[in-house]
């Protein structure tokens, strides 16, 4: 067996490669799934992560006893949460912000912090602080510096002592800001008389964690917490599922636990069907040697276990290539999961069943893929099975036989005669090609919708270079003032509010984005990306919330505001916006003001501004009491291409690899296999006057035709599995597009049609090589 295998050593390598993407793609999508999920329950295991949340104006710490008596309550953490701002000497840009109380004996009970540098804040000393561990990093922030904080409209100074994780921070985002921006938002955990002092509420609370008890439904729960806390102003109870940083968390596994079932499905199907055509075609050019051992009196199953033998440590040896390569691949997205979701630890687990089942997939795969070639053969009698396949009849095609005779030099009738005699061959060849194609397309396909979505997101529906909000809603006369600022040349204004929508047993909280008439910095699009006005009267969904509450245009929805006076109002759906990042709820500015109850008001700004005066810009802007924080939306193009465009950059170029490694595997053995197959009779034709160009072109020109076909059908696959993949992405968060550059169909086709001419010289060479005496010499 080792001397066949290193007589067919390029063979060998080349099929193994094949084992060794479907394994490496299996071990890294399962292990990326495995990991996030891992690092998700030990965090909130360990960290006590809550069930419900909820927010309120003020209530007093006596209520807390109250909601501990709701059947189904388990732990009540009552604390104080409030929106802040921090002042940094280094950049002009207004950092926001969020502090939390942290109970004098210093653990709180739920939401627990891990501890990652530093030490607990001493109750004596209410200036020391805990801040999250990603600002502190990406602002180089240690032990013992003062961060200045913008507390209640005052200004106070902090210590830090240490920084923490949070399970419910692990996606630390803030309103209108789709991705972490670490250094440009804080979470400041202080002590809680400080932080009650700072913001008037001592003996009160205005923010609660709670579990649930042990079979207790959340609905009946979430709907007693919201009857206790109205009074107090409660902004409605929420379980995990809406918490924000849990349902990014949740749409991400939702998405992986899909590709982790999709992409190895995908790779490993076209994988071994490969491995069928080449591992089949590879025993059937030994059917000679197959029959001599049968003449010489060797059974079947002593023939077969030879073949089980050799197939099996080929896959053995494309598992290992697999299993390394994949695990290597998985250590490096996994850690590009670490500045996109903070956890305590992720890491790539390295379970043994994955390993077992990828091993057990391919040696199943490969030997499928023998048994019935072999099976074939141990069937014909020895004599019949020691002369080679009797090559199709060339009356057959009457037509060939008359036009190719006199038109079509001889070599290419041959290699038409093969051709169109051996359909099944040559269809199973052809599709073999193809389906190397999409594996390619996949890989580029990803730079593809990369720049798409930033154009559309950052180019076509956002479109102005900065925005900031606002701490409480302001006059839209504050637009005027705004304008008035150096540097600015455009803005406007828009006002968000928390809500719910609800829609017969269906809910989503979300936010609604209240525009003017006409608005020009942000345009939502459909999805022809055709700008999409906003209405006068209803609301504008986002096709995401409109699917999952299972509206459509006219359909009327409810909507519950979750500040001011709470407004309950029914409305109808206007029109349906196709969003890329996140899901947006838009209205006429004007009408959510009415809606609200209020007057003309606003508590977001969008601007364009001259880049030459942004610094100008930027320290007037700092110097605003009621301004919260800032975004611009250069960071937005930078934290895009850091985490998401990094993540996507990685997958995309293992997915190419694999494809490219793919593509060349399965030409480069059709192509030696073909001369295999063929070689006593090519090298008759040399004996009979053929020069070895006209020899070579037999081969050639089989497989030329076989790329002809192979290369539009493998796009056009390419395209259907690509819209497959895209649809099972899909989430909540973010909506990949299925969008495919010309020049990826263009780069795929000529990669393939490179690895093609690669193997034609390769072929050419052997055939240039042959000793005419030895072949000859074979047959007998």
Known sequence: MARDLWSMRLQVLSIALLVAAGVAVFVMSVSNYQALIGAMEAHYRNERFADIFVGMTRAPLSIVDRLREINGIGIVEPRVAEPVRVIREDTNLPISGRVIS????????????????????????PEEVIINAAYAEARAVRSGETIEVVLNGRLQGFRVVGTALSPEFIFATRAAVPLPDDRNFVVVWANEDAVASAFDMKGAFNDALMTLAPGAGSQHVLEEVD???APYGGTGAYGRSDQPSHRFLKDELAEQETLSIVMPSVFFGIAAFLLNVVIGRMVEAQRGQIASLKALGFANRTIAFHYFKLVTAIALLGSAMGLVVGRWFAIGVVGSYAAFFRFPSLEAPLEPWLLVAAT???????NLAAASAVYRIAMLAPAEAMRPETPPALHTFNWLQTIGSQRIPLQYVIAARTILGRPVRTLLTTVGIALAIPLILFGLYWFDAIDYMIDVSFGRIERGDAFVTFTEPVSADALYE???IPGVLEAEVQRVVPIILRAGHRAYRTSATGLDSGSELKVLRDSALRPIAVPSDGIMLSRTIARQLDLNV??????EVLEGSRAVREVTVRRISDDILGASVTMERTALNRLMREGSVANVATFRIDPGQSELLWSRIRSMPKIEGSSVKALWFALFNETIGGMVVIGALVLSGFGMLIAIGVVYNSAR???????WELASLRIIGLTRREVSAVIISELAVELIVAIPAGLLIGRYLIELIASARASESFQIPAVIDRSSYAIAALLVIGAAIASFITIRRRIDRLDLVAVLKTRD
């Open 102 to 125: 942290l109970p004098a004996a210093g653990q709180p009970l739920l939401n627990r912090l891990h501890l990652v540098q530093g030490r607990w804040p001493d109750p004596l000393h």
């Open 227 to 229: 009857r206790l806390l």
């Open 360 to 366: 057990l997939v391919s040696v199943g795969a490969a």
């Open 482 to 484: 705004l304008r008035a």
């Open 554 to 559: 006219g359909d009327g929805v409810t909507i």
């Open 673 to 679: 296999i073909a001369l295999q197959e063929r070689a």
